[in-house]
């Protein structure tokens, strides 16, 4: 006969072709019919090939192998094809592979069970996988391939580190590919919450971007990306948030007493970032170096963007009273603030001591700020004031905690263009030179929302 003058490799080929015109139909074709004829006349009456079992569905991670199981009973001269439904390919058909794959080969367990071999699976794979038999009537059953691909964050799609002016928005994001589609969550790497505006805040957030709004200072930090779609390993990536924001400065005491031969600390606050050079001078400007009179301390605080700085004087003679500055100087701007020391007797009694310990104590020992040495409080217990300075000094505000309302309202506006300085004046007796201290940096941490 015609067909069995072809050689096997034009045989499948030929059915290749076939099967790929007729997408959808069985793919032993008219030919194969003829065939299967043939074979029918050399060998009657025997019974019919039957599918034994089922094909069992396959989930597997891309880069594994699988192996799908055809189990047949009489086949006799009858022939088995592998196809892929969604594809149209025939893969294999007896034991000859037909499709181009390199990864795919076909064994057989005596000829009752058909193996389609699948090595390396990508995702592409997936999908329906028919075993056919070449009966008059094709028989066909299927089984299932998905492919899972666990999670992974696409760099070249996805935010890096990021330097952010204070003020502005910024909008994070993380692409993820995967099968399923992964599902991505923010967080911050220490867990406290992300502020999205002013009324949300939340401990996490789903979403391939990640919208903050007038961003603060309390953003600043890292912040994860998680992508996971139940395979594992989830993945994550960490993006740095800083903020930028020129040097603002608080001063506890603006007015310190001290007694001649004394020693005496002078204290600022600085939060700048990125860090400021910070310095102190003397009224003419000169900077003040370490030495046997000065001893000169920055304290980082936590956030590291905050700093405690302290100029101690010691000794103080007549030449030593006067004004000082603390100064603080970044990239985005140059803050200064003044301090008077000025003569008061010595101290007669020594309860003092006790009151700045007894304060101090009251104030929460893991804040870097309760290691504050409030010595000056000690002999400042003259009119103190904590000062608040922004850079650019346009436009000056003063109120005492009775006003405190006031100036709360009016700080929105006043802090937000040109920057203010805030006063507030001193309360109470004499021994209230530290607790002032306690209370005003208080008022600052609690104001502070009110001036994002
Ligand atoms: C394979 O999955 C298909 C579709 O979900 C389902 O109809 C069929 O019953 C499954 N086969 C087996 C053997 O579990
Ligand atoms: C930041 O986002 C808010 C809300 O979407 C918008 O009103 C504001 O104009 C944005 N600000 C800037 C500087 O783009
Ligand atoms: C804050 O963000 C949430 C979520 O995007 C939004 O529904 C809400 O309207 C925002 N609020 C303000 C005041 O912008
Ligand atoms: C304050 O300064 C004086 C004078 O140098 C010193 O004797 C005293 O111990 C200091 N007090 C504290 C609480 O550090």
């Known amino acids: 006969m015609f067909f069995t003058k072809l050689s096997h490799r034009d045989y499948f080929n030929l059915s290749a072709l076939y099967a790929v015109l007729n997408l959808l139909v069985p793919v032993f074709s008219t030919a194969v019919v003829s065939n299967v004829a043939t074979s029918a006349i050399a060998t009657p009456a025997t019974e019919e090939p039957e599918f034994t079992d089922v094909i069992e569905n396959i989930t597997v991670a891309a880069g594994r192998n699988v192996k799908f199981a ?10 088995v094809a592998w196809m892929h439904f ?7 058909v007896h034991n000859h592979v037909i499709t181009r794959n390199p990864r795919i080969s076909v064994t057989h367990d005596k000829h009752r069970t058909w193996f389609l071999h699948i090595n390396n699976v990508e995702e592409a794979d997936k999908g329906r996988y028919m075993c056919q038999i070449n009966t008059v009537t094709a028989k066909t059953q299927f089984g299932y ?6 999670p992974n964050i696409d760099d070249s799609q ?17 692409k993820a590919t995967g099968s399923p589609q992964p599902t991505v969550k923010w967080k911050r790497d220490d867990n406290s919450k992300i502020t999205i505006n002013r009324t949300l805040t939340v401990l996490e957030w789903e979403g391939e971007s990640l919208e903050l709004t007038k961003i603060s200072r309390l953003d600043m930090g890292a912040y994860l990306c998680i992508a996971s779609n139940g395979v594992p390993p989830t993945v994550s990536k960490r993006i740095k948030v800083s903020v930028d924001f020129p040097p603002m400065l608080w001063i506890p005491h603006q007015l310190v007493g001290a007694p001649l031969a004394y020693s005496v600390t002078l204290e600022c606050f600085a939060e700048a970032h990125p860090s400021s050079l910070n310095y102190w001078t003397r009224e003419d400007g000169h900077m003040i170096h370490e030495s046997k009179k000065y001893h000169t301390e920055n304290i980082i605080g936590n956030p590291a963007y905050k700093t405690h700085m302290r100029l101690t004087i010691n000794n103080i003679q007549e030449a030593d009273f ?43 020992k893991d804040n870097i700020w309760s290691s504050a040495d409030f010595n000056n409080s000690v002999y400042g217990n003259n009119p103190s004031s904590l000062t608040v300075h922004f850079p650019d000094k346009g436009s000056k505000y003063q109120s005492n905690l009775n006003e405190i309302d006031k100036s709360e309202q009016k700080s929105g506006s006043e802090v937000e263009g ?6 507030w004046g001193s ?12 209370v005003g ?4 941490l609690f104001l502070y929302p009110l001036f994002r």
């Open 70 to 79: 055809c189990s047949v009973k009489n086949l006799g001269t009858y022939k």
């Open 322 to 364: 006067g004004a000082y500055k603390c100064v603080a100087k970044n990239p985005r701007g140059e803050t200064d603030g003044s301090i008077r020391l000025y003569t008061s007797s010595p101290p007669t009694t020594s309860p003092k001591p006790t009151t700045a310990e007894s304060s101090s104590g009251r104030m929460n």
């Open 441 to 444: 940096w208080n008022l600052i």
């Open 158 to 174: 996805s935010s890096t580190d990021v330097i952010v002016r204070e003020g502005a928005n910024e909008t994070l994001t993380c």
């Open 86 to 92: 969604e594809q149209s390919a025939i893969l294999t």
């Open 145 to 150: 391939l998905r492919v899972v691909v666990p």
């Open 427 to 438: 309360v109470g007796g004499s021994s209230g030179g530290v607790s002032r201290f306690i």
């Open 418 to 423: 040109k920057g203010a300085i805030y006063q």
